[in-house]
């Protein structure tokens, strides 16, 4: 497949707007969450996302405990998207990196999903950090 440098540059300034905004936004719930000041819940698509790619309860929440905005979507005044990455160190002692999708409204985490970005990995450079487009159908 062909990338698509136009959208790539497009999407990327986007980004480079959005990003700052939505990193103060996750820090900010970090530290609620962390005090015991914040909810994580739930979506029904994540549940089975969890289970399908091998990731636990805990390491989700370890995520996003830990973890930092490659992707920002602002959704309205009242909530955001955001997609965090995190290293989750295996028993080997190798890191696994791993992908939560979640909205955050003021002290609610909504997960929407999880999955491991190395089975998109064309989809990615930068360690799994930065996006890269493709054109549709262009072979």
């Not at 062909?2 to 530290?31: G, M, N, W, Y």
């Not at 805990?58 to 995190?86: C, F, H, P, T």
């Not at 002692?93 to 997960?111: E, L």
């Amino acid at each position: 497949m062909k990338i698509d440098s136009e959208r790539t540059e497009k999407h990327h300034a986007v980004q480079s707007k959005l990003k700052p905004k939505v990193e103060l936004v996750l820090e900010k719930f970090q530290k609620q969450l962390a005090e015991g000041n914040a909810e994580v819940l739930w979506t029904k698509h994540e549940k089975q996302r969890e289970l399908f790619r091998s990731f636990s309860r805990r390491s989700v929440l370890e995520a996003i405990q830990n973890g930092w905005v490659i992707e920002a979507y602002n959704n309205n005044d009242r909530s955001m998207s955001v997609l965090i990455i995190y290293f989750l160190k295996t028993t080997s002692g190798n890191y696994r990196p791993m992908h939560v999708y979640v909205n955050i409204s003021k002290n609610v985490c909504n997960v929407i999903t999880v999955y491991d970005p190395r089975s998109g990995e064309h989809m990615w450079s930068d360690n799994y950090q930065k996006r890269v487009l493709y054109a549709k159908g262009v072979e």
